[in-house]
């Protein structure tokens, strides 16, 4: 069970192994994607919608595993439910509706931009709070976190702004995010090398 000193009981290192897993394939999904959206950023906006949803979707479908095995460490796995939840459907709206979502697209980017920002705050705060293993790299979901607020904002108060730039706004936000999940991901993996 988890307590205030050790709110991920690691019975062995392959689960924190597992956890570093996920989160470096969800940064370099992440890359991928935003690459892909700064390098072609011509590509019409029912594209985008598309490109949009599928990270989305593939997003909370990571969230998703993460939550499991949040839970299975016996702590919270609510953020990330909520994480998943959302990017799942917001990614489903976006894959089967592209031509409503061409419209909202700018307000369906900038939401799920804010909610995820404050859910990866919260996360961070809590692993700042609770993992006494040493990871010391928990600021990055903060900073995450954060980055994703603005971006939401900028979405927000610059609406036209947003119509022309989404592709190379969203591709660098997708490249920033990736690199620092990925990051964390080493850090978890090295982490659990050395608990090994």
């Known amino acids: 069970m988890?307590?205030?000193?050790q709110p991920f009981p690691v019975r062995r290192a392959g689960d924190l192994s597992s956890l570093a897993r996920a989160?470096?394939?969800?940064g370099l999904l992440a890359e991928v994607v935003g690459l892909f959206a700064i390098l072609a950023p011509l590509l019409s906006l029912a594209a985008i919608a598309l490109?949009?949803?599928a990270y989305a979707l593939v997003d909370g479908i990571a969230a998703f595993a993460t939550a499991v095995h949040?839970?299975?460490?016996h702590t919270r796995a609510w953020p990330y439910l909520a994480q998943g939840a959302l990017g799942v459907l917001v990614g489903i709206v976006a894959l089967r509706f592209p031509p409503v979502t061409m419209v909202?697209?700018?307000?369906?980017?900038?939401t799920w931009a804010v909610v995820i920002g404050a859910l990866e705050l919260a996360a961070a705060v809590r692993l700042r709070r609770r993992f006494r293993y040493g990871l010391r790299g928990e600021w990055l979901l903060g900073v995450n976190g954060a980055l994703s607020i603005l971006f939401g904002a900028l979405l927000v108060f610059a609406p036209e702004v947003g119509l022309v730039a989404v592709p190379i706004l969203f591709?660098?936000?997708?490249?920033?995010n990736g690199v620092i999940v990925s990051w964390l991901g080493l850090r978890v993996r090295r982490?659990?090398?050395?608990l090994a």
């Open 51 to 53: 490109l949009f949803g």
């Open 70 to 73: 949040a839970a299975r460490h």
């Open 2 to 5: 988890a307590t205030l000193s």
């Open 23 to 26: 989160l470096i394939v969800r």
């Open 191 to 194: 982490l659990a090398h050395e």
């Open 171 to 176: 591709g660098a936000y997708a490249v920033i």
């Open 104 to 110: 909202l697209l700018v307000v369906v980017v900038a």
